[in-house]
Structure formats: C-alpha cells, structure tokens
T-cell receptor, first 112, second 112 residues
C-alpha cells in the first residue's frame, strides 16, 4: 500500500465548476499537508499548505485536512482554463528530515 | 529574486555514460532536496542535503547515484553508468529549513 494515494484522473470539468481533488494517506505521523500545481513540463509550484487538521482558504482555493479519516482535499471554485494542470498532494512529518511524500497527482482539465 | 535554477534542462546520455545534474537553490536557502519523477508518476524523494552534509539519502538507489552540496557552488546529482530506467525528470527543491520547498524547472534525462 502506498503511503499517499491520489486518483490520477484525468478529471475534466467545464469552466466555472467547483473542482474537488482528494488524497488519502496511511501514516498518522504526517502533520504538514501541501498541494502543489504542476503545469506540463514545469516544476511543481506550492499552492496551499495546512498544518494538522482544519481548513485553509486562499482566494478560489480551499484546503481541508481530516486527520481522523486520513483524508485531505483541495477545492477550486469558479474554475478557469488556466487551472488546467496536474495537482499533487504532499505530506511531511513534524520532526525528521522534512522530505515530502507525494501522491501520484491528478491531471485536471478545465474546458472553456 | 531568482528562483531555484537547474541545468541542463534536457540531457541525453547513452547507456554507460555519466550524467551530472546541477541545482542552485534560491538565495538564502541552505537546504536542497532532489526528487525523481517517472512518467505518469508522482515525485519520489531521493536525497536531502545541507551545505557539505547529506542529511537523508534514504531515497537514493544504493549504486551509481551520488549527491553533493559543496560549500561553494551548486548541488550536484551524479548518476554513473546510466541505464534506460534512469530516464526521468529530476527536480531539485530548496528550502530555508521549514516544511516549504520551492522547486526548480527540472532536468529531463533521456538515456538512449
């Protein structure tokens, strides 16, 4: 079993839709949860981070962490074609070498 | 404010040759991480370095791969005697010691 599971998609939605992206994980020691966006043939870009459980909002993006269920989500409101990319969840421990454990990534396409 | 720089962006090597990938972290960052991304897969941690020290190499293959981050100059990921299975995108990230990691554009290695 992978430490972090993420549906690779592809996911295709119309412009303006609300997008929900999710990851599950097995290691209860994870404390930091991040979402990265990666455009084709580019490096990942840090979008959102959350420490422990709870919600965090930044513009059209909302990140949620439910540690009891070992489940994290990223919501994108009013999706735009420029949001088309691969979204990767990543996790890390509160102690240790701070390496990140990534999900496989979900490829998202927003259709105009 | 320059971001993480990696070079070369594309590298073609024949089987058995050596590949050297370079990474210059963001200004003020002293922590460097290397990740590998195989086609259709998420990023896999390889090694975490600080200046002149390897902190965590738990993701590095035991043979042919090595990394360094000298006191002066960029971090180097070195792959000796490359094989076709080494073909991948190699990403470097830098950080200031917290959970946040900022990624470079990657080096795409093709082994022929």
């Amino acid at each position: 079993q992978k430490e972090v599971e993420q549906d690779p998609g592809p996911l295709s939605v119309p412009e303006g839709a609300i997008v929900s992206l999710n990851c599950t994980y097995s290691n209860s020691a994870f404390q930091y949860f991040m979402w990265y966006r990666q455009y084709s043939r580019k490096g990942p870009e840090l979008l959102m981070y959350t420490y422990s459980s709870g919600n965090k909002e930044d513009g059209r993006f909302t990140a949620q962490v439910d540690k009891s269920s070992k489940y994290i989500s990223l919501f994108i409101r009013d999706s735009q074609p420029s949001d088309s990319a691969t979204y990767l969840c990543a996790m890390s421990w509160i102690q240790g070498a701070q390496k990140l454990v990534f999900g496989q990534g979900t490829r998202l396409t927003i259709n105009p | 404010n320059a971001g993480v720089m990696q070079n070369p962006r594309h590298l073609v090597r024949r089987r058995g040759q050596e590949a050297r990938l370079r990474c210059s972290p963001m200004k003020g960052h002293s922590h460097v991480y290397w990740y590998r991304q195989l086609p259709e897969e998420g990023l896999k941690f390889m090694v975490y370095l600080q200046k002149e020290n390897i902190i965590d190499e738990s993701g590095m293959p035991k043979e042919r791969f090595s990394a360094e981050f000298p006191k002066e100059g960029p971090s180097i990921l070195r792959i000796q005697q490359v094989v076709r299975g080494d073909s991948a995108a190699y990403f470097c990230a830098s950080g200031g010691g917290s959970y946040e990691q900022y990624f470079g554009p990657g080096t795409r290695l093709t082994v022929t």
